[in-house]
């Protein structure tokens, strides 16, 4: 499909948002709350990747993780109102499921639910404000009044907790 | 844990964009030498997406399915350009470095806004038309450049031995670049030299592989990078010979801006 796409086949590109729009959209919403800026990312993503498909490479990660990276991205740009700030050939994801499949999806995005709500809170909102607020280090120490060694403990401990989720 | 202990919890913020200031440019001047933490990095990355792939909510609106479409439509694909990877045969030295960077980027530049053109021009004739032209002229600019038979000579002081070296040209403004390295040494089998623009924030950008010839020389012209990227410096490393999206191994050679 990639491929047929690099070739400028335009109806790969239906396919590929057919396959995929609801992910990138689920994180644009997520992250901006809006629903007409949800679109708006949306639109960014895909047209992105019909500009410049070989920003992804497929080597070095699954398209549907990159897509809901690069939502997550561009999302947290709009937020901030800020220019891009990442580049799509920047965004090199591994190990993740693809999970084109929306029934796959709904099992590991519970799965991956299940994990956070597992976490300690304070955990879980570092890694949550940091994720989906694009707030950095400094900024959830001065919200959540704690000590920045502590906050950046919580948000690796919290990406560990994750990749062990899914590595067993 | 395969990365360096100290910088572990700095690492997991980089990989989700929390890190900034001095700790993030201290980490990227780390992750530029350490292939460890870029492996790393790239699993933490991967275990944010967790997060972003949990993400549930509503289908978007019908209406953006066809908002793309149509835009995709209005849209057809500029032929992609590559890293230029072959390597050029003996006509650098007749005119010097400068100015044939110069002839190069500006060659470049004219071919740029050429495709730039093209998108815009309502008619395939038209496009035919002034693409011929514009070819013509790099063609004549070019012309005095890539003459066969010119003769390379390398000047160095008496006694010594030519060393390694490279010189980039970065015009930010259009993207262009251009690499001219000399007497590098032979690689191994299916590797190439691959440079990279060091930005002043933010990862490495692969900018162009290369293969010395015979006699050293190799080059890059214009590959593909980010509009405006802005370079510190620029550094090359050995990578397989497809190159590869981020440093994998120890920086051979880096530079600073001149």
């Not at chain 1, 997550?72 to 090199?92: M, N, Q, S, W």
């Not at chain 1, 994750?162 to 590595?167: D, G, H, I």
């Not at chain 2, 470049?108 to 309502?122: G, M, P, V």
């Not at chain 2, 160095?156 to 015009?171: I, T």
Request: hydrophobic share 45%.
């Amino acid at each position: 499909m990639v491929t047929a796409l690099k070739a400028g086949d335009q109806s790969a590109v239906a396919q590929l948002y057919d396959r995929y729009s609801s992910v990138v959209y689920a994180v644009a919403l997520r992250v901006l709350g809006d629903t007409g800026a949800a679109e708006d990312v949306l639109q960014e993503v895909f047209l992105q990747l019909w500009r410049n498909p070989a920003a992804f490479d497929a080597a070095r990660g699954t398209l549907g993780s990159w897509l809901a990276v690069i939502a997550r991205h561009r999302a947290i740009d709009f937020l901030r109102k800020r220019k891009p700030e990442t580049d799509l050939e920047d965004v090199i994801v591994s190990v993740s499921p693809d999970l084109a499949r929306e029934a796959d999806r709904s099992r590991a995005a519970e799965k991956v639910r299940g994990v956070i709500g597992a976490m300690p809170p304070p955990q879980r909102s570092a890694l949550e404000m940091a994720y989906f607020e694009g707030l950095s280090h400094s900024e959830i120490a001065g919200k959540t009044g704690e000590p920045l060694g502590t906050i950046k403990t919580r948000i690796r401990t919290g990406l560990m907790t994750l990749r062990k989720a899914f590595q067993t | 844990m395969s990365t360096h202990e100290q910088f572990a919890d700095d690492l997991a913020l980089y990989a989700v964009d929390a890190l900034t200031g001095e700790d993030r440019a201290a980490m990227e001047t780390h992750l530029a030498g350490c292939s460890a933490c870029r492996v790393e990095l790239e699993q933490l990355r991967g275990d944010g997406a967790l997060l972003a792939l949990s993400t549930l909510g509503p289908k978007p609106p019908q209406r953006a399915r066809q908002r793309l479409l149509d835009a995709v439509a209005k849209e057809p694909r500029v032929p992609a350009r590559v890293a230029q990877t072959e390597t050029r045969r003996s006509w650098w030295g007749v005119l010097g470095w400068a100015a044939t960077a110069a002839a190069i980027v500006f060659a470049a530049s004219l071919w740029k806004e050429n495709a730039a053109l093209k998108q815009t021009l309502a008619s395939a004739n038209a496009q035919a038309t002034q693409s011929a032209r514009e070819l013509e002229d790099i063609r004549r600019i070019a012309a005095p450049i890539i003459e066969p038979e010119a003769q390379v000579v390398t000047v160095v002081a008496l006694k010594a031995q030519p060393q390694p070296g490279g010189k980039a040209f970065y015009l930010r403004s259009r993207g262009s670049l251009v690499f001219l390295a000399t007497n590098m040494p032979p690689l191994p089998p299916n590797k190439a030299y691959e440079l990279w623009l060091i930005p002043k924030q933010g990862a490495a950008i692969a900018a162009g592989v290369f293969k010395p010839d015979a006699n050293g020389r190799g080059t890059v012209i214009n590959p593909p990078l980010p509009p405006g990227a802005e370079a510190k410096t620029f550094a090359i490393t050995v990578e397989n010979e497809a190159g590869s999206p981020v440093p994998t191994s120890p920086v051979v050679m880096i530079g600073a801006g001149e």
